[in-house]
């Protein structure tokens, strides 16, 4: 009998393993810098981030597919400057603004950025339960108790890093929006000038979508959780520590913080921008511009998934969910815990952070409380990520006079490449909360 042929890959071209060997290296080196920055870009697509594409996409077409474009350096600058503060001081930004700002200074940022997490955490607990309904027979109150509860419990009895290491694969469904685009009638000359050139007309609701946009990109919950998180990494990590106190790690680190960020952002960004895009090209072209049910939401998919349309978005929803619910409601238990001197650690016991755990419990209670005030999920979620435009920017200003600061940073402080990108982000959202409310009626 013939010996079967073999193909010796080492003489393949382009296969040799010489060549092979750098390419791999190269890849290790760089999933090896991905952490913080990766989770935080995957968080950033939530339920809030879904329903406010997806409305934005209803509503305008294809004529804010700019802000993905303009967002993107912005929110890189301003994450790595969170996750620099984070590591350089070994503590998150609530714990700096206590040791170096005036108590009304923490106290007014705490209360804005508290009040933002809960709504939003809310608003993404009662999206959880009512896309579960289009699924399984029952009530939404009841599947939107059962999430809360249920996230509750996660946080407080499995480590974050074990939780989230299985439930990213759920968000994976959001794939299926690029799927969509290439599957429907997509006018692509038409949406490379609305990437490239931005157009907005001046009035309310422009400002509304421009500001929900911004605001769900550019989150205040994302910053906390950023520095809190790149602080834990001292903490939980022998031999690290705060750049303050180990320049010679300086170098290494902050090139790890830039890269993670860069990604983790890159991820985000292409995800919200094919959402806005499907959302365009299913929902506004048949004449939908107001999305206000999850079952109207999920039509957008039913190009690619037909009758499973439904089970996607809701795999969408729900894991999206499942990974940010823990990261606003950490946020704010963060912030308050360092605020308070507690102890802090999403891979402690509660019993070893009673406080910490505390905060996570009353900061989830109160967003599921909002949550049977009849309030309309999709309208609530594109709130919620308006209100977080309109708090980014005071909370924006404080942390780049944070970054800036020899007093916190030491020899640190950001490179005045970010520190300008920083400002211009300030500013840009500063200025659109403000045409927001000049043009209201």
Known sequence: MTAPLTIDKSQAVGSHPAAEAPRRLWLRGVLSKLGPGLITGASDDDPSGIATYSQV?????????????????????????????????????????????????????????????????????????????????????????AFGVASLLAVLFIRYTTYAKYLKWLTMSLFTYVAVAFLVHVPWQSVLTATLIPRMEFNQQSFVGLSAVLGTTISPYLFFWQASQEAEEVKNNRGEKALKRAPVQAAAQLQRIHIDTIIGMAFSNAVAFFIILTAASTLHTNGITNVSTCAQAASALAPIAGHFAGALFVCGIVGTGLLAVPILSASAAYAISEACKWKISLESSPRKAPGFYAAITVATAIGLGMDFFHIDPVKSLVWAAVLNGVVAGPLMAVIMQMASSRKVMGKFSVPPYLRWIGWLATATMGCVSIGMFITWK
Not at 101 to 119: I, K, T
Not at 122 to 145: C, Q, R, W, Y
């Open 57 to 145: 996409g209803a509503q305008f077409g294809y004529a804010l597919l700019w802000t993905m474009v303009l967002s993107y350096p912005l929110m890189v600058a301003i994450q790595e400057i969170c996750g620099r503060i984070g590591r350089v001081t070994g503590c998150g930004l609530a714990a700096n603004l206590r040791k170096n700002y005036p108590c009304p200074v923490l106290v007014l940022v705490l209360a804005l950025m508290c009040a933002a997490n809960v709504f939003n955490l809310g608003a993404d607990i009662g999206a959880m339960g009512s896309s579960l309904a289009l699924l399984i027979p029952g009530t939404a109150k009841l599947f939107t108790v």
